[in-house]
Each structure stands twice: as C-alpha cells, then as structure tokens.
C-alpha cells in the first residue's frame, strides 16, 4: 500500500495537481501533506480548525479566494458592505441571518473573508459587528504560503485540537486529514487494524450514516467517507494512493 508518513520528500507541486501527479496542501495549523497517485487530485482542499477565544469557540475554514466567496454566497451574503485592511490582506465583511426551520426565529449572522493573494480565512460571528470580526482577526498570526494559509492563535486565543484537511478523491471518497496527536488517536477504535504501509486501516460504521475508514500512520490521521457505491474498493483504491506529511 503506498500511503505513509515518513518525512520531507519534497515540496511538490503546490495548488491542485493533475491525473497521476502530486499535490501538496497546508492546514491552517502549518501541516502540510502530500498526495500522489493515480488518482484525480484537482479538487480543491479546504482546512478547517477551532479557535477558542474569549469564552467562546469559534470555526474558521481556509481554502482559496473563490472557496469563501462561495460560501459566503451559501449562508445568504448579497454582498460585503465593509473592508478593511488586515495582515497584508483585506476583510470584507457582510451581514445575513439564519432560520430556525422549527420555530421561525432568526438570527443576524456576519460573515468574515480574510482574503490573502490566492487563499483565504472565512468565519461567522453570531450577532457580530465589523468592529468584532477585525478583533477576531487580530487574536490570529496569518502567514499565507503557495499551498494554503496558516493561522496560529496569539494572546490568550488557543485551538484546542489540531486543524484538518478536507479534500475529496474522486473513486475513494471525502478524505479529512489531520496530525495524529493524543488527542486525534481517540477516534480509533479499541481493536487492531489491518497492517498496511506505514501504519493501520481500520474500518467502522456510524449508525445510520454507514462505514468509514480510518488509515493511522506515523503521523497523519486519515479519515474517509468512502463513495456509496465504492465501500468495498476503498482498500485497494487506498493503495495506489500515497499520503504523507512533508515540511
């Protein structure tokens, strides 16, 4: 099976690669992880990591510019009515609501698009103002690279597990990437899993929702929801992909 996680072996081609080629991504948390294979790997990636900060947790994603206008267009943002000038990038800021589909009632919503070269940082704050999303901002160092943009809690802001990766694989499924930490190894499960290149591969099933995989290498957690109709050549599809953390 070629995945692994065995050291730098070079930076690849950063952004999305090719049919059979590598591709290299960086998670908001700096890791950075390469795959090749013969596989179609020119799906976007995006990252997403918990900041807890002032009492609450917050979800930031990154992904390129286009990937948070998208999803700012997704949650009902007509348009941005603010920017600003943060980190060498810009803010651009804009108001929608979310619905209770059970009891009706709304709330006001501001969505944030911290927008770098090509990436970009997005998060929402519930009953927000500008003034509270350039604070936010201000709690995260963002240093944007040509695979991704990183984002590391300074003051007493803190990201209390570490960030993944989401990308997915045509023929395999949604991978979700992220360092295999004391904290991530509790999502394996009690028993062994089969022995494959560079660590295990378990295989699980969440009620109602169906199986999953989990491949555990030296230093990568990889999760995958495997296509409906691909479950049981998850396995060999897996082994013409390699999977490793690079510097």
């Known amino acids: 099976m070629g995945t692994r996680a065995q050291g730098p ?3 690849g081609a950063p952004g999305q690669g090719a049919r059979g080629r590598g591709v290299t991504h960086r998670s ?3 890791v950075r992880v390469r795959l090749a294979g013969d596989h179609d790997l020119r799906r976007p990636c995006t990252s997403v990591a918990r900041i807890a900060e002032g009492g609450r947790l917050h979800e930031i994603s990154s ?3 286009e990937d948070a ?3 700012a267009s997704d949650i ?5 009515e603010q920017e600003f000038r943060v980190q060498g990038g810009r803010l651009r800021v804009g108001g929608t609501a979310t619905r209770d589909a059970e009891t009706g009632l709304s709330d006001p919503v501001l969505a944030a698009v911290w927008e770098g070269r090509r990436h970009a940082v997005f998060t929402h704050l519930y009953h927000g103002r500008p003034a509270d999303a350039v604070a936010f901002f201000d709690t995260l160092r963002l240093t944007e690279h040509e695979d991704g943009v990183t984002a590391v809690p300074r003051g007493r ?3 209390p597990e570490p960030a993944e990766m989401v990308k997915e694989v045509p023929g395999i499924g949604l991978l979700e990437i992220t360092a295999l930490t004391t904290v991530t190894r509790r999502r394996l499960p009690p028993w062994r899993g089969a022995s494959v290149a560079g660590g295990e591969l378990f295989r699980d099933t ?3 929702q169906g199986p999953y995989f989990l491949l555990a290498l030296a230093s990568l957690l990889v999760t995958v929801l495997p296509e409906e109709d691909r479950v049981r050549d998850v396995p060999r599809r897996l082994a013409g992909l390699a999977v490793e953390a690079v510097r």
């Open 28 to 30: 908001l948390d700096g």
């Open 69 to 71: 206008l998208a999803w």
């Open 63 to 65: 992904g390129t510019r």
């Open 76 to 80: 009902g943002v007509d348009r941005f």
């Open 9 to 11: 072996q070079g930076q």
């Open 206 to 208: 969440v009620e109602g």
């Open 157 to 159: 802001a803190r990201r």
